[in-house]
């Protein structure tokens, strides 16, 4: 199994990004996926997260701001992020917790770096 994170990158303070990030393996049956994010000197921290059913919460941080959203049939997780600014600054992981058998197991991205400035 497979994460690979993309759409990182700069922003203006107000601007938005999109994220993306897609599952890969053999028959994959998928749970819980999310989003977290790490700031230098900071401990990783829940952005957003979604059910298989599409239950979503949020850090209340950027709840309002972002939204996360998710397409099973291409086990695909996105994060949409607008109004940013240069608290959001931090490597954003993706994160799926996946089936194998009975037991899930919780995989993660690679990590995309956000960088919100002026």
């Known amino acids: 199994v497979q994460l690979q994170a993309s759409g990182g990158g700069s922003a203006q303070p107000g601007g938005s990004l999109r994220l993306s990030c897609v599952a890969s393996?053999?028959?994959?049956?998928?749970?819980?996926m999310g989003w977290y994010r790490q700031a230098p000197g900071k401990q990783r921290e829940l952005v957003a997260g979604?059910?298989?059913?599409?239950?979503?919460k949020y850090a209340d941080s950027v709840k309002g701001r972002f939204t996360i959203s998710r397409d099973n049939a291409k086990n695909t997780v996105y994060l949409q992020m607008d109004s940013l600014n240069p608290e959001d600054t931090a490597v954003y992981y993706c994160r799926a917790d996946i089936y194998s058998g009975e037991t899930s197991y919780g995989y993660w991205g690679q990590g995309t770096l956000v960088t919100v400035s002026s």
């Open positions: 979604i059910t298989d059913g599409g239950g979503t």
């Open positions: 393996g053999s028959a994959l049956s998928i749970n819980d």
